[in-house]
């Protein structure tokens, strides 16, 4: 039961133009998602996250949104630059204030970036 | 400070062996969460564990099995090898059970390959 999925296994942008990833979820339960990016042989680094009191986060070129009642989220990366070619997962959570609960992580999108 | 320290980094076995792997979190981090990554699957989440317990446990076979020292180390075993468990073992360290704010500090991982 894949409870976080990222139906594209692959996405291709041209250099400075926008980056779209998607996520969906199905467990309504989970109230935080975080992305993480991850290039070959290193492991997963957090890039940014959203709980679910917000439907937008942003951190420079990176904004997440979220829609619960579609059980959505996106990543959006502008604009898209060489060094952001690399596999992104979608996670999620149930309740980071209670803690103790483990990332469903989806299968991830291998983005590349072409110049 | 040392981030997340995942030995070996790489490992070749023969079906039916057995193998373990070795985790050194964050300094300070108490709790020490164990995935499998594979192409299409994404990051399968096997066990969590925190002073030395273990507080979750992911849907594989009882082949996987793990163990947290005193000084948070890690250990992953697992028996019986079969083909498909060839994959990237992810290891992430965090202060607490759960996630964080910023999510696991992820190591760079074990890459297993069963022939």
């Known amino acids: 039961d894949q409870q976080v999925k990222q139906n594209s296994p692959s996405l291709s942008v041209q250099e400075g133009r926008i980056s779209i990833l998607n996520c969906d979820y199905t467990?309504?339960?989970?109230?935080?998602f975080l992305w993480y990016k991850k290039y070959p042989a290193e492991g997963p680094t957090f890039l940014i996250s959203?709980?679910?009191?917000?439907d937008k986060n942003e951190d420079g070129r990176f904004t997440v949104f979220l829609n619960k009642s579609a059980k959505h989220l996106s990543l959006h990366i502008v604009p898209s630059q060489p060094g952001d070619s690399a596999v992104y997962f979608c996670a999620a959570s149930r309740s980071i204030i209670q803690g103790a609960q483990k990332l469903v992580f989806g299968q991830g999108t291998r983005l590349t970036i072409n110049p | 400070k040392a981030g997340v320290t995942q030995t070996p980094r790489y490992l070749i076995k023969t079906r039916g062996q057995q193998v373990t792997l070795s985790c050194s979190p964050i300094s300070g981090h108490r709790s020490v969460s164990w995935y499998q990554q594979t192409p299409g699957q994404g990051l399968q989440f096997l066990f969590e564990y925190f002073s030395e317990t273990q507080r979750n446990k992911g849907n594989f076979p009882g082949r996987f099995s793990g163990r947290q020292f005193s000084n948070s180390r890690s250990e992953m075993n697992v028996s019986t090898l079969e083909l498909g468990d060839s994959a990237l073992y992810l290891c992430a360290s965090s202060l607490t059970p759960g996630q964080g704010n910023n999510g696991y500090t992820f190591g760079s991982g074990t890459r297993l390959t069963v022939v």
């Open positions: 959203i709980s679910s009191i917000k």
């Open positions: 467990n309504s339960m989970f109230d935080y």
